[in-house]
């Protein structure tokens, strides 16, 4: 290629850096310092020269987005840092209860009268994605998918323009992870809908669906087809930066970043700011360029929101007020009884299809006996349906006026449809349940369904037909058995061949190594969900303590009250589940051994520690659950109640301010004393 020039290399940063400038005034700050076409000119010029000189292209090169080849599948990714859900409040009084929580937490001095810091965001319609930059460079995303194992989608969201394969400035963190949500704008969807009809090519069902199976496509020449776009609102993991002291800051610093947020956020005070601020942004949502399905409220103040905390995968600083649902008018062709598998008899009604709230609904259930005789549904009845929270379809009501002549109440049934046995309701509960217990298939069937599903052990490749096949024939009685089915046995299934039986096999050996908590919730106890098998694991830490611990001992654990901890001692004491326990673990299933909690003879325990600087020996994620350990309480920011500071490499602000208010400053190597 002979040698290359500086003014070509000059050339070629000048324009790569031009476009980059051209992104951050378009995408973020809104505000376009050129014309489409001249733009596309600089573009065209880059490829070019590219094309002349492949050896100078670059990773982040604005001309990378688009191009790469085909990937086979998407590969997992451990989130360093959980991406969570949120709680969310359907009516006034849910939020008026969070608010309520929030400020008693934070323990305000009067609450009539004092009011938390909110930042209200809309809650965007769209798809939330985990990006990570290292040294300010695009590294690669990952989905959220169940909150700790995401999916690769690194070349699908590099074809998307609003996201910056460099970080601007100098200023940024070594490591830096930020949240956000890809979503495709009202006005592109409309338009690509109305190009694929022209073209003959399937049109996409709504915009969420339409940037869901975008960021999936396998092809990424095919997602840079798709009009997506971009909104960050949170950080993850990150390094070698001291956080500033409010949400509303990092939302600032990240636009300085060149990360684009949404301008539609706002700080409000207290709960009238909040209901406010939902009936403004409910009066545009029409007028939005993007769709929105409720309000987010977030405590601003950082160091409130880790003393909030969290339950399970949600955080507790932090709600989704959901905007009231779409409705429709379908009717109602059965009635149905399905069994769970707690063996809880639940009322499902068979609707005529219709299209609501972005989906076709065909069905809603009734919940018990009580809703079903409250709401007076019976077959034939025009109803109103509505997905509940945008997700659930419920029926809101029976449109009288259009009802069959002559129809009557529906009877609940007394014998189990599934086996025949009574169905009993006890006092106090609104669920009606079959007392076949594992004598009836449907429980049985629903309760593997459980143990396998991707919360639990998360064992791929069974399915419902499969686990049918298998209760059906006698193959699978109890979660147990699934660990001893040999490929013989699984070959003679229908549809089932000798490749699909060996990666079945396969992947009942994986799910042998899990988690304490995932095999708790994998269990099935009644009311046990996923945050209150964390809240045992954590508290207990052994299945053998756990398995002979009293009522009185449980209900110390949070998360557990007198009845879920009365359906914990009686599924314990059951001999047949103890039994079935004892076969899970003979069969190999095991998770690691926890770390033992530092007695109060610690050092560190009840300390208040900051971290800052980069560590050598450790990430900060691990650094911090060895403080915890040692029962220390790791907060962000430094003040005059802050016990220690532990300072690695290139330590910010913090470090200076340490040394201000006197508080004792730690090197690595002390921490790494106490940890011996």
């Known amino acids: 290629m002979g040698i290359i020039s500086k003014t070509t290399c000059k050339k070629l940063r000048e324009l790569r850096e031009d476009i980059v400038r051209c992104d951050f005034a378009y995408f973020v700050l809104d505000d376009p310092i050129v014309p489409d076409a001249e733009y596309d000119r600089l573009l065209q010029q880059l490829q070019k020269l ?210 684009k947020t949404c301008p539609e956020w706002k700080k409000v005070d207290g709960l009238r700011g909040c209901l406010g ?59 149905e009884f399905q069994v769970g598998r707690t063996g809880a008899v639940t009322p499902v009604a068979r609707l005529a299809p219709v299209f609501v709230g972005g989906a076709t609904v065909s069905n809603a259930t009734l919940h018990n006996i009580d809703e079903l005789t409250r709401k007076d549904i019976r077959l034939g009845d025009t109803v109103i349906v509505r997905r509940a929270g945008d997700v659930i379809p419920e029926i809101v009501k029976v449109v009288e006026e259009r009802r069959v002549v002559k129809s009557c109440p529906v009877i609940f049934p007394r014998h189990c449809p599934i086996c025949g046995s009574d169905i009993v309701r006890a006092d106090g509960e609104a669920v009606s349940r079959c007392v076949g217990g594992l004598f009836c298939a449907a429980q049985r069937k629903e309760s593997i369904r459980h143990f396998s599903s991707r919360l639990a052990m998360n064992i791929e490749g069974l399915g419902a037909r499969l686990i049918d096949q298998l209760v059906d024939n006698s193959l699978v009685v109890d979660p147990a058995d699934l660990y001893s089915l040999s490929l013989d046995e699984l070959q003679e299934l229908k549809r089932m061949g000798r490749k699909s039986a060996r990666n079945l096999i396969s992947s009942l050996d994986r799910s042998k190594s899990t988690t304490f908590s995932r095999f708790l919730y994998a269990l099935g106890i009644r009311e046990v969900g996923e945050a209150t098998a964390v809240a045992l694991a954590n508290d207990f830490q052994s299945l053998d303590i756990l398995m002979v611990a009293d009522e009185e001992r449980l209900k110390l654990v949070p998360e557990v009250g007198p009845i879920v901890a009365s359906h914990i001692r009686a599924f314990f004491g059951e001999e047949h589940n103890a039994e079935v326990i004892k076969r899970l673990l003979q069969s190999g299933i095991a998770w690691p051994t926890p770390v033992v909690p530092i007695s109060s003879n610690s050092p560190l325990s009840g300390k208040t520690v900051v971290l800052t600087g980069t560590l050598a020996s450790m990430t900060r994620s691990e650094a911090k659950s060895r403080l915890v350990a040692q029962g220390a309480k790791v907060i962000n920011s430094v003040s005059r109640t802050t016990d220690i500071v532990i300072v690695g490499a290139n330590p910010g602000s913090k470090k200076k301010k340490a040394v201000e208010l006197g508080v004792p400053i730690w090197n690595e190597q002390d921490l790494q004393k106490i940890n011996c």
């Not at 969420?208 to 396998?218: F, T, V």
């Not at 545009?284 to 399905?293: A, G, H, M, Q, V």
Request: glycine share 8%.
């Open 50 to 259: 590219e094309e002349a000189y492949p050896e100078l292209i670059t990773d982040d090169s604005p001309s990378r987005r688009v191009g790469v080849k085909p990937i086979k599948k998407f590969s997992e990714v451990q989130h360093r840092s959980p991406m969570l859900s949120l709680n969310k409040a359907f009516v006034e009084e849910e939020l008026e209860e969070f608010d309520r929580r929030v400020r008693e937490k934070l323990s305000l001095k009067n609450l009539e009268t004092e009011e938390i810091e909110y930042v209200a965001e809309p809650k965007f319609d769209g798809v939330a994605v985990c990006i990570r930059y290292e040294k300010g460079k695009f590294l690669f995303a990952a989905t959220r998918g169940d909150g700790s194992t995401g999916e690769d989608i690194t070349l699908n969201v590099k074809t998307i323009s609003a996201v910056p394969l460099r970080l601007r400035g100098s200023e940024f963190p070594t490591v830096l992870e930020v949240r956000g949500e890809v979503f495709m704008p009202k006005g592109k969807f409309f338009a690509y809908n109305e190009r694929a009809l022209a073209t003959g090519e399937k049109p996409l069902v709504n915009p969420r669906n339409g940037a869901a199976g975008s960021l999936r496509q396998l092809n990424p020449s095919i997602t840079a087809q798709r009009p997506l776009d971009v909104y960050f609102y949170g950080v993850g993991e990150h390094e070698g930066w001291d956080m500033p002291v409010t949400h509303s800051d990092v939302l600032q610093r990240l636009r300085e970043f060149g990360l």
């Open 277 to 335: 601020y939902y009936s403004r942004i409910g009066l545009k949502r029409d007028s939005l360029p993007y769709e929105i399905d409720g309000v987010v409220y977030k405590v601003n103040n950082l160091q409130g929101q880790a003393d909030m905390g969290f339950v399970s995968r949600a955080p507790r600083w932090a709600i989704a007020y959901k905007f009231p649902a779409q409705e429709e008018l379908t009717t109602v062709d059965g009635i």
